[in-house]
Structures are given as structure tokens and as C-alpha cells.
């Protein structure tokens, strides 16, 4: 099923990037907000033409055992769909830190603290809602990447992401 849910992931991207439209009109060059998911960081969007921008993505993710520091770089290309609303796709990758924090099982097994270069292939799809009496755009997105260093795999789930941002 996993392989079913890839493989559907990217014909429907594939489609959707060479799919005829209208151009999309970002209306600010700058957007900065918070992007909220699994891990939880901070957006800041930079538009380079009305249909293209470069966005990086502070983001941090912990639990009990572990905690990731990442910064996202990604190049993207946005379509309308409707009045206010649009959708994008792009790629990039990103660079960060790994670590595992020292804790014992119930078992009684020991692990120590450790850290490890995080080094990723990344890649965006989402929708975005461009609020129309406020400078303010909604957007939700998923953001698939392929670690090299630490689970070396592709992982979707991960990657599902609300962002809320303030254009100027």
C-alpha cells in the first residue's frame, strides 16, 4: 500500500506541474510566518517573479527520545486554481542536526546521547488561501524528503504541514 500512495504521490505531481494554466500572481514579495506539523518552525517566502519564489523553513521536532533541527531551502512554482486560492509545488533541501537524547527502557537498556549531520532531499506541494481584507495567507502542504544520513529513506508523513504567514 506504502509503495501504492508513493507512486500515486508522484504521478499526481508530475501531472499537476506540466498541467496548462494561467500564471499565478503572488501579491507580496515578502511572506514571513509560522509553519506548524510535525515539526514546527518558521517560514519566510521571497518572490522572484510572479509565479516563482524560494522559501526556507526554520523547523525543530522532538519527543522523548530524539530532537531536529533543520533548515529547509526550497524553489517553487505557484499556480491559481480559483479567486483566492492557489496551489504550488517545488523542490530544494535542507541541512541540520540530529540527536538522540540519553534515556533508559523500562527494560533497564541504557542509551547515550549522540548527534548526527541531518542531510535531506526535499520536495513541496500544498494549497495556499490568500486572505482577501487581510495581508495574510493561509496554506497547507505536504513536503516529502529522502534522508541520506540518518533513516536514508523517503518519508511523506512527516512532512504534512499548516503554515500561516504575513505578506509585505
Not at 494554466?21 to 501579491?27: C, I, K, P
Not at 526556507?56 to 531551502?73: E, K, M
Request: aromatic content about 18%.
Amino acid at each position: 500500500m506504502n509503495k501504492f500512495l508513493q507512486f500515486t504521490f508522484i504521478f499526481a505531481l508530475t501531472f499537476l506541474a506540466f498541467a496548462p494554466s494561467a500564471q499565478a500572481q503572488l501579491s507580496s514579495q515578502h511572506a514571513i510566518g509560522a509553519r506548524f506539523g510535525s515539526a514546527t518552525g518558521i517560514t519566510y517566502r521571497y518572490t522572484l517573479n510572479p509565479d516563482r519564489a524560494v522559501e526556507g523553513i526554520l523547523s525543530v521536532q522532538s519527543n522523548s527520545t530524539y530532537s531536529r533541527f533543520r533548515l529547509v531551502g526550497l524553489y517553487q512554482y505557484h499556480k491559481p486554481l480559483v479567486d483566492n486560492i492557489s496551489w504550488f509545488w517545488g523542490f530544494g533541501g535542507s541541512v541540520g542536526s540530529y540527536t538522540g537524547k540519553a534515556y533508559t527502557t523500562d527494560e533497564g537498556k541504557r542509551f547515550d546521547k549522540y548527534s548526527e549531520l541531518a542531510l535531506s532531499v526535499d520536495g513541496i506541494v500544498g494549497l495556499e488561501y490568500k486572505i482577501p481584507s487581510a495581508p495574510l495567507a493561509i496554506s497547507l502542504d505536504a513536503k516529502p524528503y529522502f534522508d541520506f544520513l540518518q533513516e536514508s529513506g523517503f518519508n511523506i508523513v512527516n512532512g504534512l504541514g499548516f503554515s500561516v504567514r504575513y505578506m509585505f
